[in-house]
């Protein structure tokens, strides 16, 4: 069974960082894409942040581009989000997904809060 655990979310005021890790256990095939959805309102839709491809090949949606790098550790199928320059807007439970030949695994959700 494919588990991925979060990590490395809080409360943060504007302006600052913080990093997400995202860890995939179990036996994976063919793991492919990882990256980072956000959700900022309950019942909102919830939104692609990041991804990066087993080649490193990043895309991020407009609004994080220049404060949020992604990057992965394959050793450890492990996923980082790195969000920096961090505003209120960018609050939302963060939730980190895996694509491999097993279909699409998803992380329980991490709450990321930017306020003062």
């Known amino acids: 069974q494919v588990q991925l655990v979060e990590s490395g979310g809080g409360l943060v005021q504007p302006g600052g960082s913080l990093r997400l890790s995202c860890r995939a256990s179990?036996?994976?095939?063919?793991?492919?894409?990882m990256g980072w959805y956000r959700r900022q309102a309950p019942g909102k839709q919830r939104e692609l942040v990041a991804?990066?491809?087993?080649?490193?090949?990043?895309n991020y949606v407009d609004s994080v581009k220049g404060r949020f790098t992604i990057s992965r550790d394959n050793a450890k199928n492990t996923v980082y989000l790195q969000m920096s320059s961090l505003k209120p807007e960018d609050t939302a439970v963060y939730y980190c997904?895996?694509?491999?030949?097993?279909?699409?695994?998803w992380g329980q959700g991490t709450q990321v809060t930017v306020s003062s």
């Open positions: 997904y895996i694509r491999s030949a097993q279909g699409v695994k």
């Open positions: 991804t990066i491809t087993s080649g490193g090949s990043t």
């Open positions: 179990g036996i994976i095939f063919g793991l492919n894409a």
